[in-house]
């Protein structure tokens, strides 16, 4: 008995022990908790019931330079359905009506509306998708609807609210405008002016103290704002709307007309380097027909510039005092040859013997080519330091992600050769931008002064300026008056007797240059060779306001019309046209009470002569299509007008019977 009981008192004092042991562990638990890590336990518990939301800052506009919206912030909604929520009786008595209400809203079938509800309803679906992507006006009448009227706790109805960047003008100058994202990887991203000026336009959000309350919501504090957010500031842009749907419209056409791969147009203020347009266009995939902005090609793609290089040419040899534009040169047939390489005019023949500005009027291959070779051949260095004064052998320093960058190969390095020098003559062996190309020939119209390309005016805080951007010089001077004087007319020559002539209007002058450049001629033996057709210049030719480039990458050869003049050359003289006709502002005319009186004197002359009686369709050939119009319409005739310039036909003859209302088709040239 005595040993039992020494057995039962030996458990008492282990299980006494045990407790002890427990006790003192408890103690010391509650000891570090309370005292070593009692700080980041109350936290958490905080964090758990109070803590901190987000409270977004309204995001700036964009806007162009005559005030558009280019940019915008506006709520998005999608709206989802917690089938759980309603009470039976409420949702047997409103599914009908909100499935007949959701099919006039959205446009499927009522029976469908009915069916997915009913569905989400017996399998206690607590966040079916009702409709996504709803503007606030359209949100605000769904809210509205039977059931959804309730609110979200009786009627189930769940609102999902997200900020969405739109561009009320369209698809125009999408890809410079830009975006800001955050790739699958997390990391931030965008392009353009949205992704270049993001510190300005973001602004930085506030924050606001929240209890958690039940049903895991959670409620504001107190009603003021921990930290208030501040909005984002507006990014004024330099892009003019009219000028851009210009443009746009001129190189899409063009485009689907050649069913090119892709391209560009950029019309630049000649003073200041303001860009008021830049449109750029591609195929998603060859076999497409529909055009997208998806890259920045005037900005990003470099590549080899073929005949519009041919002004760095004129410059160096013009402005080191080398030959003068009268100098003869014999185009030798057509053909030159360098260590084994032929470089060829595209005349078969050639032209004979040409003088240097004719030899870069009708862009010939060999004259311009032995201009350079000749004079550089002992020196090519010289030749390549003027490109680098110029600033053609670096970036323009532009503030978008991705420029392209140019390359001017130099004298001594592992890819220059034997053929090198006389290859840069004519555009080849070298490569620059669209906007690098137009920056050159901008600096010429502008005098010699060479400007940075300007994308944004002002940064604003309503009508408070915040930040200006003002003209940005990158070279003073490019060339002296004098050589700057004898370019400007090769270039204006160019257009009325070169390889621009098509292009040639005695009642609007422009200069320019035409630009063919074969691409891949060195791939699988030529078999990927496809060309580059280009137009850069300036108007009007006395008194330049507008720089403008058109490139056409990849147009269809099977015509035979794929050379700059054939396929840049139209784009640039609709921009310029349309700009200079339909802007009143873009052209200074000398002697305006004049010319104002001699116009009205033609119209009168015309509206006397071929409308005496007021009965008979008048003749309105060789009248400006302006004038053509006004008086047609003031007889209640209806005019249709095709292309733009002086009426080359008409679709009703002169002295046809006169009825109101009828449609008449004039076609300008």
Known sequence: MAVEDKHISYRIYLVAFCLLMMAFAIAFKLTKIQWVEGDYYRKLAKERTVKNF???????????????????????????????????????????????????????PSSFYHSQLTMARNNKNRYLLVARNLSYTEYIKIKSFPLFNLGANKGGMITEQETVREHPIGKIAERTIGYERITPEGKPDGKGIEWSFRKYLNGKDGKVLKQKIAKGQWKPIRDQNEVDPQDGYDVISTIDVYIQDIAHHALLKQLQQFKAEHGCVIVMETKTGKVRAISNLGKLKESDSTYFETTN?????????????????????????????????DSRGGIVEYRGKKVRDSHEGGYGKISLGRG???????????????????????????????????????????????????????????????????????????????????????????????????????????????KEIINPKICSDET?????????????????????????????????????YGKNGGSEKHYISSFVGFFPAENPKYSCIVVVHKPNTSGNNYYGADVAGPVFKRVAQKIFTDAPSTNEVRNLNQKIAKQEKAYNAFQDKSNADGKTIPNVKGMSGMDAVALLENMKVKVKVIGFGKVKRQSIQPGSALNKNQIIILELS
């Open 360 to 470: 870069f009027e009708v862009s010939s291959n060999t004259v311009l080519v032995q201009a350079v070779y000749e004079n550089y051949k002992d020196n090519p260095k010289e030749f390549v330091d003027r490109i680098d004064r110029m600033g053609m052998n670096k970036p323009l320093g532009l503030p978008f992600q991705g420029e392209g960058k140019p390359y001017i190969p130099q004298p001594g390095d592992k890819h220059w050769s034997a053929i090198s020098l006389p290859w840069m003559a004519f555009g080849y062996g070298v490569s620059v931008t669209p906007l690098q190309t137009l920056t050159l020939y901008n600096a010429v119209a502008n005098n010699g002064e060479m400007v940075k390309p300007q994308f944004v005016s002002e940064i604003k805080e309503w009508n408070k300026v915040i930040k200006k951007y003002n």
């Open 297 to 329: 090609y005037a900005i990003a793609e470099s590549h080899e510039p073929g005949s519009t290089f041919k002004l760095v040419d004129m410059i160096a040899l013009l402005d080191d005092g080398k030959v003068d534009t009268s100098h003869v040169y």
């Open 54 to 108: 987000p409270l977004p800052a309204n995001k700036g506009n964009i806007y162009s330079a005559d005030g558009s919206l280019l940019a915008t912030s506006i709520p998005n909604y999608n709206i989802r359905f917690d089938a759980i929520a309603p009470k039976q009786e409420a949702f047997e008595k409103n599914v009908k009506p909100l499935a007949d209400s959701l099919s006039k809203m959205l446009g499927k």
């Open 484 to 520: 700057v004087k004898k370019l400007k007319a090769v270039l204006e020559n160019v257009v009325k007797r070169g390889t621009g002539s098509k292009l040639y209007s005695k009642d609007f002058s422009m200069a320019g240059k035409t630009g063919t450049a074969q691409a891949n």
